[in-house]
């Protein structure tokens, strides 16, 4: 079992940057694939980011340049670092971890959530 607390989200402006921070429990967690997704006002949840164990990332194509995923495996923690912020990534954001997926991009393959930490980015 792993539990996974979020932190770091917040109220921001355009063009500005947040670090989220994503902390695990359990003495596995580097064997886990982890991801960010999110999810805005009535819509649905959506990939933003994934790191595997072999550290290889994966973003989507509307935060590819501006955001970066990382972990530190001894802090059991995983981050995304979130540059030249828009408004359009006003969400709930959300870490998950997968101990075995191919797809990372889809959320039903992942198997642990964490509650969420709300982004909020003003104009």
């Known amino acids: 079992q792993v539990q996974l607390v979020e932190s770091g989200g917040g109220l921001v402006q355009a063009g500005g940057s947040l670090r989220l921070s994503c902390a695990g429990s359990?003495?596995?967690?580097?064997?886990?694939?982890m991801g960010w997704f999110r999810q805005g006002p009535g819509k649905e949840r959506e990939f933003v980011a994934a790191?595997?164990?072999?550290?290889?990332?994966y973003y989507a194509d509307s935060v590819k340049g501006r955001f970066t995923i990382s972990r530190d495996n001894a802090k059991n923690t995983v981050y995304l670092q979130m540059n030249i912020l828009k408004p359009q990534d006003t969400a709930v954001y959300y870490c998950?971890?997968?101990?075995?997926?191919?797809?990372?991009?889809?959320?039903?393959?992942?198997?642990?959530w964490g509650q969420g930490t709300q982004v909020t980015v003003s104009s």
């Open positions: 998950a971890a997968a101990l075995s997926v191919v797809a990372l991009r889809t959320h039903s393959q992942y198997d642990y």
């Open positions: 359990g003495r596995t967690f580097s064997s886990y694939a």
């Open positions: 790191i595997r164990r072999s550290d290889n990332t």
